[in-house]
């Protein structure tokens, strides 16, 4: 069996008229976009089996991984403006300024609507 490893944006094709494109990662899940005729029927994998199908000898199982992407929710997101909030106590010593960045880089504060980045 083929594995790939592809970065956001990249794609492969199977035959002339399928290309299949890695979009994003979010958590533990990974949304692909697939263009193919119409006539070539895409089933997940759960639909085929739920309705009778058998899975492929080819399939298998998926071992857990270390998911390189922390899964966000709002305690996540209440925990970080925390964070943010104490450093803008502490003011502005070279350390805290360190600690900004790479807070920052880890992560990057949302873009505003009309802010150049």
Not at 5 to 15: C, L, R
Not at 27 to 43: F, N, Q, S, T, Y
Not at 96 to 113: G, M, S, T
């Amino acid at each position: 069996m083929l594995c790939i490893s592809m970065k956001a944006g990249e794609y492969f094709t199977v035959g002339s008229d399928t290309v299949v494109q890695y979009n994003h990662l979010y958590g533990d899940r990974v949304h692909l976009m697939i263009h193919a005729p119409k006539e070539v029927p895409i089933v997940r994998g759960t639909v085929l089996e739920r309705s009778g199908g058998q899975r492929p000898a080819c399939v298998v199982d998926a071992s857990p991984q270390y998911v390189r992407q922390l899964p966000w929710n709002g305690a996540k997101k209440d925990a970080l403006a925390d964070v943010r909030r104490t450093l803008d106590r502490m003011g502005d010593s070279p350390e805290v300024r360190v600690l900004r960045e790479k807070l920052d880089f880890i992560f990057p504060r949302p873009q505003e609507n009309g802010e150049a980045g």
